[in-house]
């Protein structure tokens, strides 16, 4: 009978898990990471953009590889307001062009993958965890969903002094291992629905003013999201654009839409329209984003266990954060295992230092400030509905201001915040606003 | 005991696969490469056929280096030995190249331990000619058995196989001596569920490289595009000709219409 045993487990390919299992491996840790997918990357998406000061950590040569994991470098990024009427556009071209690139999760992880394979890093494709082995309260290893062999058919077990769970925001292992109590909620989570679509040839740079070394990468607010809490999102790859919204659960469940509707919805607007006319949709899919913060945070550690990346819902949305968090996180966590490693002692006193590096990090720092963002977002719905139509109304008031009483034009402006919104509540929103960070 | 040789080919995956609008090439950009799904079938028939007999599997490919990604996922059916035949001088092969390489091969490999069987799939999906299987089998004078859908039974003792093989009119019942060279329909084999076990194995495993001057002798003009007749000039999908007559009822009386329809129908010889 075949059996298994690895110092360290890891579950899942993601770049959390990745960047884990690339560090262990540097250090010649018996190491094995199990993916479900194909390959790594097959089953993901994102966005997305990547960044390369993260990246660097793990593969320091970046962006100096032969086979570039990455689409476009991001040299112009802003947001899109969208009105019932038309759009306001607020865009910033970055100096460094080399900070930021789109990418798709299909090579992105493919490529750590490679690099890690390279690196000594054992990867088993297309076996799912199945569950966690637990002995005397302590993980001490996995099962998967494939047999031990041709002629013994129970699940096979794969032993591990440490396990790392990797295993993405669906975190069903985190929980087994009782890090997390119960599922998450709806209102803990972003839906995001996503296109890639492909314009006809030389559109793409046309119709965005960029040549091949520039990249753009909007975010989308307002209308875009038929006024629910959420925004849209919209990136330029090599060949292609990655299109997509993110709306939190709970309040699509509320509105009745289905998710394709308002990713149609979205297209008709008559700004999108136009820029995506002609598009072809080489894909879509959907795929959750964790956005239950340091209210819905799991334990990160248990005797035997760790958990990275979106499963401990790792996640910034306000600054398109979460590949990099995994990536840090999946760090930390390697660089606890060492530690456990070399003391031989693996129980929760020795990974308790994985939450120390963690509350040391930007990470936790930023949770904290952002503790209360999703509660704010989800009760001020006139982020989504009222101001973007707001902005809208005031830059076209300024913009057709030729020829009138400037002073006249100033009045309308403060006539329409008050019709809209009223200066009570637009005061009211910006203390909101600013008493989350302060 | 059971001597297995599996010869697989690395396909893009079609289902995947778009034509770019615009220049009307294959978009191959991110499209995974996998194997051809009626090899997948003769590696599936070969694990069954090793878990009931014992005995080994040996597998061999023609192909870029990358390739190699094929043969490891070829482990996971059991495979014992992998082994990647890549070489400038092999590329442009025709199927009558192509199935002189790999008759060379096979040969060389069965020096000292002939093979039982020689499995190929029926065709590959990217190129459809199913010229391959029984181009080896004639280089090696052994029999081929082409479109196989069952395999009833094998008697080791007494090198007997008996299998059934689909043609336009039906099923055909065959008995064969051994060693044969068969070709796989896709409902022959199921695939395995592959155990961790061979999950692992494959991921540790790199095949044995085969090239143009070693260590099989090879004709060097009967190889690649040396050694192939065949010139693609174009590649394209033919066209379904329709003739069509359109009657208008509203112009034409009904009894016209039919009286012409008749016409035709003669006229072609039908009626
Ligand atoms: C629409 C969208 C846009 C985004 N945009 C951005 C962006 O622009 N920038 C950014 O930085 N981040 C972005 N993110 C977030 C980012 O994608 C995630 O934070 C990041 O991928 C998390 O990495 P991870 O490794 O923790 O999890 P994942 O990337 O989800 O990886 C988990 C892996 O584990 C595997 N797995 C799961 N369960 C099992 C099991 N039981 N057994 C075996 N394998 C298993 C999965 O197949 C998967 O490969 C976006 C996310 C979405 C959905």
Same mark, same amino acid.
């Given at each position: 009978?075949?059996s298994?045993?690895?110092?360290?487990?890891?579950?899942g390919?993601?770049?959390?898990g990745?960047?884990?299992?690339i560090?262990?491996a540097?250090?010649?840790?018996?190491?094995?990471?199990?993916e479900?997918?194909?390959?790594?990357?097959?089953k993901n998406?994102?966005?997305?953009?990547?960044?390369?000061?993260?990246?660097?950590e793990i593969?320091?040569?970046f962006?100096e590889?032969?086979?570039s994991?990455?689409?476009?470098?991001?040299?112009e990024?802003?947001y899109?307001?969208?009105?019932?009427k038309g759009?306001?556009?607020?865009?910033h071209?970055?100096?460094?062009s080399?900070?930021a690139?789109?990418?798709?999760?299909?090579?992105f992880?493919?490529?750590?993958?490679?690099?890690?394979l390279?690196?000594g890093?054992?990867?088993?494709?297309k076996?799912?965890?199945?569950?966690?082995?637990?002995e005397?309260?302590k993980?001490?290893?996995?099962i998967?969903?494939?047999?031990?062999?041709?002629?013994?058919?129970?699940?096979?077990?794969?032993k591990?002094?440490?396990?790392?769970?990797?295993?993405?925001v669906n975190?069903l292992?985190?929980?087994?291992?009782?890090?997390?109590?119960?599922?998450?909620?709806p209102e803990e989570?972003v839906?995001?629905i996503k296109?890639?679509?492909?314009l006809p040839?030389?559109e793409?740079?046309?119709r965005?003013?960029?040549?091949?070394?520039?990249g753009?990468?909007a975010e989308?607010?307002?209308?875009i999201?038929?006024?629910l809490?959420?925004t849209?999102f919209l990136?330029?790859?090599t060949?292609?654009?990655?299109?997509g919204i993110g709306?939190?659960?709970?309040t699509?469940?509320?509105?009745n839409l289905?998710?394709?509707?308002?990713?149609?919805?979205a297209?008709?607007h008559?700004?999108?329209?136009?820029?995506?006319?002609g598009?072809?949709?080489?894909?879509?899919?959907?795929?959750?984003?964790p956005?239950?913060?340091?209210?819905?945070?799991p334990?990160l550690?248990?005797?035997?266990?760790?958990v990275?990346?979106?499963?401990?819902?790792?996640v910034n949305?306000?600054?398109?954060?979460?590949?990099?968090l995994?990536?840090y996180?999946g760090?930390?966590a390697a660089?606890?295992?060492?530690?456990?490693?070399e003391?031989?002692d693996f129980s929760?006193?020795?990974?308790?230092?994985?939450?120390?590096?963690?509350?040391?990090?930007?990470?936790?720092?930023d949770?904290?400030l952002?503790?209360?963002?999703?509660?704010?977002?989800l009760?001020?719905?006139?982020?989504?509905?009222?101001?973007?139509?707001l902005?809208?109304?005031i830059?076209?008031?300024?913009f057709?201001?030729?020829?009138q009483y400037?002073?006249?034009?100033?009045r309308?402006?403060?006539?329409?915040?008050k019709?809209?919104?009223?200066?009570?509540?637009?005061?009211?929103?910006?203390?909101?606003?600013?008493r989350?960070?302060w | 005991?059971?001597?297995?040789?599996?010869?697989?080919?690395q396909?893009?995956?079609?289902?995947?696969i778009?034509?770019?609008?615009?220049?009307g090439?294959?978009i191959?950009?991110g499209?995974?490469s996998?194997?051809n799904?009626?090899?997948?079938?003769a590696l599936?028939?070969a694990?069954?056929?090793?878990?009931?007999?014992?005995?080994?599997?040996?597998?061999?490919?023609?192909?870029?280096?990358?390739?190699r990604?094929a043969l490891?996922?070829?482990?996971?059916?059991?495979?014992d030995?992998?082994i990647?035949?890549?070489?400038?001088?092999?590329?442009?092969?025709? +199927?009558?190249?192509t199935?002189?390489? !790999?008759? &060379?091969? =096979?040969?060389y %490999?069965? @020096?000292e331990?002939?093979?039982h069987?020689y499995?190929?799939?029926?065709?590959?999906?990217?190129g459809?000619?199913?010229?391959v299987g029984?181009g080896?089998?004639?280089?090696?004078?052994v029999?081929?058995?082409?479109?196989? +859908?069952?395999?009833e039974?094998?008697d !080791?003792? &007494?090198? =007997?196989?008996i %299998?059934? @093989?689909?043609?336009?009119?039906?099923v055909?019942i065959i008995?064969?001596?051994?060693?044969v060279?068969?070709?796989?329909?896709?409902?022959?084999?199921?695939?395995?569920?592959?155990?961790?076990s061979e999950?692992l194995?494959a991921?540790?495993s790199e095949?044995e490289i085969?090239?143009?001057?070693?260590p099989?002798?090879f004709?060097?003009e009967?190889l690649?595009l040396?050694?192939?007749?065949?010139?693609?000039?174009?590649v394209?999908?033919?066209?379904?000709k329709?003739?069509?007559?359109?009657?208008?009822?509203?112009?034409?009386s009904i009894?016209?219409?039919?009286m012409?329809?008749i016409?035709?129908?003669?006229e072609?010889k039908?009626?």
């Open positions: 009978m075949e298994y045993s690895f110092d360290v487990v890891i579950v390919g993601g770049p959390a990745l960047a884990c299992g560090k262990l540097e250090k010649g840790v018996n190491t094995l990471l199990i479900r997918g194909r390959f790594c990357g097959s998406l994102f966005g997305g953009v990547v960044y390369t000061s993260s990246i660097k593969v320091p040569e962006p590889v032969s086979q994991p990455v689409e476009r470098p991001v040299t990024e802003g899109i307001f969208f009105s019932t759009v306001v556009k607020f865009f071209t970055k100096s460094d080399q900070e690139f789109t990418a798709l999760r299909a090579r992880d493919a490529f750590l993958s490679e690099y890690a390279k690196k890093l054992l990867i088993a494709p076996t799912k965890v199945v569950d966690i082995i637990l005397n309260f993980v001490s290893g996995v998967v969903d494939r047999p031990r062999s041709f002629k013994d058919l129970r699940p096979a077990e794969v591990a002094k440490i396990v790392i769970l990797a295993e993405g975190r292992l985190t929980e087994k291992a009782g890090l997390v109590k119960g599922p998450f909620k989570v839906l995001a296109e890639v679509l492909q040839k030389g793409l740079e046309k965005f003013g960029l040549n091949e070394k520039k753009l990468a989308l607010i307002g209308e999201t038929s006024g809490p959420g849209g990136y330029t790859n060949n292609t654009l990655s299109f709306i939190f659960l709970n699509l469940v509320n509105s289905k998710p394709y509707e308002i990713l149609e919805r297209k008709a008559p700004y999108l329209h136009e820029l995506l006319d598009a072809e949709i080489l894909e879509y899919g959907a795929h959750l984003i956005e239950w913060g340091l209210q819905g945070l334990k550690y248990g005797n035997g266990v760790m990275v990346g979106d499963a401990a819902g790792l949305p306000l600054f398109r954060e979460g590949t990099n995994a990536i996180s760090i930390m660089e606890t295992a060492l530690e456990a490693l003391k031989g929760e006193k020795t990974l308790k230092s994985y939450e120390e590096r963690f509350k040391e990090s930007y990470i936790y720092k949770l904290l952002f503790k209360n963002l999703k509660k704010f977002l009760n001020n719905r006139q982020i989504f509905e009222t101001y973007p139509n902005i809208y109304e830059f076209s008031l300024y057709s201001a030729q020829g400037k002073k006249e034009v100033v309308e402006i403060i006539r329409t915040i019709r809209k919104r009223g200066l009570f509540g637009v005061l009211k929103d910006i203390i909101n606003l600013g989350l960070f | 005991m059971l001597n297995i040789l599996v010869s697989i080919k396909v893009p995956d079609t289902t995947n778009r034509i770019n609008p615009e220049t090439t294959l191959r950009e499209v995974p996998i194997i799904p009626y090899d997948v079938v599936s028939l694990c069954y056929l090793k878990n009931q007999f014992g005995g080994s599997i040996t597998v061999i490919t023609m192909g870029p280096p990358q390739a990604l490891k996922e070829a482990m996971e059916f059991g495979a030995r992998i990647l035949l890549t070489d400038r001088k092999f590329a442009g092969a025709d +199927t009558l190249a199935s002189y390489t !790999l008759a &060379e091969t =096979i040969k %490999l069965e @020096r331990n002939p093979f069987l499995l190929f799939g029926k065709q590959a999906i990217d459809d000619t199913a010229q029984p080896v089998a004639a280089r090696l004078k029999p081929v058995i082409t479109y196989v +859908t069952k395999i039974n094998i !080791l003792k &007494e090198k =007997i196989i %299998l059934h @093989r689909k043609t336009e009119k039906g055909e008995k064969a001596k051994l060693p060279l068969i070709t796989c329909e896709k409902d022959l084999a199921k695939s395995p569920f592959v155990p961790l999950i194995k991921v540790k095949p085969f090239a143009a001057d070693g099989v002798k004709e060097r009967k690649g040396k050694g192939s007749p065949t010139q693609v000039k174009k394209f999908t033919p066209e379904l329709k003739d069509t007559l359109i009657y208008d009822l509203s112009t034409t009894d016209e219409v039919v012409k329809i016409h035709i129908l003669e072609k039908i009626i």
